[in-house]
């Protein structure tokens, strides 16, 4: 990009001012965006807590009174939240599984209630049953913790 030209102003005293405005405004650029990304900062770290409050109040009504499950945060905000783990339990043969929702294929907006007709039990599928997932808790770890790598 070629260098922006400001015209020369006739006195010195007007050079004197351009070349201090000049200064101003390229020391005010690194100000400003350095000021930007501490907000941008700021904002993301308050969006993560209120994810990770919008999970946490859902867990609560769940283990109170285990629904309704509509509404409840998507899963981009649980795992954005730290509850990157659903536990769900089938309603036909009570086999109780941990959903890494991180690894999901369904896209990020999904919400975590409407995975309840979504995921299968492989015992009952293997039944040729296609029973809906019971949803218990959003969870920041698998109860069996994987092993570690
Ligand atoms: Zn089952």
Redesign the pocket.
């Known amino acids: 990009m070629a260098p922006k030209h400001h015209p020369t102003p006739l006195s010195g005293g007007d050079r004197k001012a351009l070349a201090k405005e000049l200064g101003k405004s390229r020391a005010m650029t690194s100000i400003l965006a350095a000021q930007s990304a501490d907000a941008r900062a700021k904002g993301e770290a308050l969006i993560r807590t209120a994810d990770k409050l919008l999970a946490e109040s859902w867990n609560e009504r769940m283990w109170a009174d285990g629904g309704p499950i509509d509404p409840s945060p998507t899963i981009d905000q649980a795992v954005g939240g730290g509850y990157p783990w659903l536990e769900i339990e089938?309603?036909?043969?009570?086999?109780k599984r941990d959903v890494d929702l991180a690894a999901l294929r369904h896209p990020p907006t999904t919400f975590v209630h409407d995975l309840a007709s979504r995921l299968r039990?492989?015992?009952?599928?293997k039944?040729n049953?296609r029973?809906p997932a019971t949803l218990l808790q959003l969870a920041q770890r698998p109860r069996q913790a994987a092993p570690e790598t």
């Open positions: 089938c309603s036909r043969c009570r086999t039990c492989s015992k009952c599928a039944a049953r029973p």
